[in-house]
């Protein structure tokens, strides 16, 4: 069946650093790939997705690209902020199978 | 105005009790969710109604009924609790899951805490 890994947590970083959270899946066929952040005490919000190869997704200054070959859709962000400080899960397909989540703490 | 909404959003009760908890969503979406996350923020599909239909029952206690009395609203009733069922629960919908239109909006989560 599907499967998703995620890098484990936590991870903390300091303001303005660069971020990096990996996420390799397995998969029957070209499933959508997610990634989804919750915020403490929240629920779960879509912060970008890929539907086919190749594809990037972007929002809020996050990217992740959908990489068939190396079967991985790794979150990166540039510069991030400390409201970025939140829970992080890698998803794929349309039952939305989930990664166990990556807990991020940046520090001003 | 809340999209996906959830009550109650905190549920505190005895091993052996029965609860309900409803939810609720105004998006005009097909399908609807029901997620369980665990203390280590695990999370797991639990059961998916398309249209008023269930279209996934995965591998979970027949203690957990749903029952979606229409579009909108998919509520999940808990019989004979059980100190394992503990647990953050979310609902989620999305617009058509059978034309993969599976993006999903969550719910902010009903912590149920079993003493």
Not at chain 1, 25 to 38: K, N
Not at chain 1, 64 to 84: C, I, M, P, W
Not at chain 2, 37 to 64: A, C, G, H, W
Request: with cysteine; glycine share 8%.
């Amino acid at each position: 069946g599907n499967s998703v890994t995620q890098m484990e947590g936590p991870v903390t970083l300091s303001e303005e650093a660069f971020l990096t959270i990996n996420c390799t899946y397995t998969a029957t066929g070209y499933p959508s790939l997610f990634w989804y952040v919750q915020y403490p005490g929240e629920g779960l919000q879509l912060l970008l997705k890929a539907t086919k190869a190749d594809d990037k997704g972007s929002n809020k200054g996050f990217e992740a690209t959908y990489r068939k070959e190396t079967t991985s859709f790794h979150l990166e962000k540039g510069s991030v902020q400390v409201s970025d400080s939140a829970v992080y899960f890698c998803a794929l397909g349309q039952k939305l199978v989930f990664g166990q989540g990556t807990r991020l703490t940046i520090n001003p | 105005d809340t999209a996906v909404s959830q009550t109650p959003k905190y549920l505190v009760t005895q091993m052996g009790n029965d609860k309900s908890i409803k939810c609720e969503q105004n998006l005009g979406h097909d399908t609807m969710y029901w997620y369980k996350q665990d203390s280590k923020k695990f999370l797991k599909i639990m059961f998916s109604y398309n249209n008023k239909e269930l279209i996934i029952n995965e591998t979970v206690p027949n203690r957990f009924s749903p029952k979606s009395p229409d579009k909108a609203h998919l509520n999940l009733h808990i019989n004979s609790l059980e100190l394992g069922d503990s647990a953050v629960y979310f609902c989620a919908s999305s617009q058509d899951f059978g034309a993969g239109r599976n993006e999903q909006y969550f719910g902010p989560g009903t912590r149920l805490t079993v003493t």
